[in-house]
């Protein structure tokens, strides 16, 4: 049951996952020693169930954890990689189906920095270029955004849901002007999530 609910999560990876994991959390997510704290507590105190999370022997997460300071061994940048996965899975579980909730109700802001463009000679003011864009995007955005990803969508695919929504809310102004526009939306270099 424990490494279901770890998978079921799952860390999800490119600059919109990371951006929607993070609107989705209100605290930072314990990292080093504090992520390995966590999962002790979590798992309450049992290094057989942490070591089968992290996938190692339970010898090695009682040299992680011992209090003597001879005998303590520190996480491989490997090891401590697979601690940080597992503790973002399990961490705020709660917390995180409310604000999937909310921003499903009602809505989210992204706020990001990308490659816009339109269907465009080349040389004109509509070619692609790197803008900063903020912008309101409805519940049905989210809803979309969350079944890819439960869905195992990569970050291709969520990309492709944002084009479509940035097109329509940005620049066809929710259906109001440019008919017909096709937007190009690449290069992600930044993609922030504000819910509520």
Not at 77 to 102: G, L
Not at 109 to 114: F, K, L, M, P
């Amino acid at each position: 049951m424990t490494a279901r609910v770890a998978d079921c999560w799952g860390v999800y990876v490119g600059k919109i996952g990371d951006g929607i994991e993070r609107a989705l959390m209100t605290r930072p997510v314990p990292a080093g020693a504090s992520a390995l704290r966590f999962l002790m507590r979590a798992e309450k105190g049992s290094t057989k169930h942490v070591s089968r999370l992290v996938g190692v022997s339970q010898r090695t997460v009682q040299r992680w954890v011992t209090d003597r300071p001879e005998m303590r061994r520190r996480p491989s940048a490997a090891h401590t990689k697979r601690i940080d996965e597992v503790v973002r899975a399990r961490w705020q579980p709660r917390v995180r189906a409310r604000q999937r909730a909310r921003a499903e109700e009602d809505g989210f802001v992204i706020h990001t920095r990308a490659r816009f463009g339109f269907a465009a000679p080349a040389g004109s003011s509509d070619d692609p270029r790197v803008r900063w864009i903020t912008q309101y995007l409805p519940g049905e955005v989210a809803r979309e955004l969350f079944a890819a990803r439960d869905a195992g969508a990569g970050e291709q695919q969520q990309t492709v849901i944002l084009a479509r929504a940035l097109g329509h809310a940005y620049f066809r102004e929710w259906g109001r002007r440019a008919h017909g526009l096709h937007i190009a939306f690449s290069d992600v270099e930044f993609a922030e999530f504000s819910i509520g």
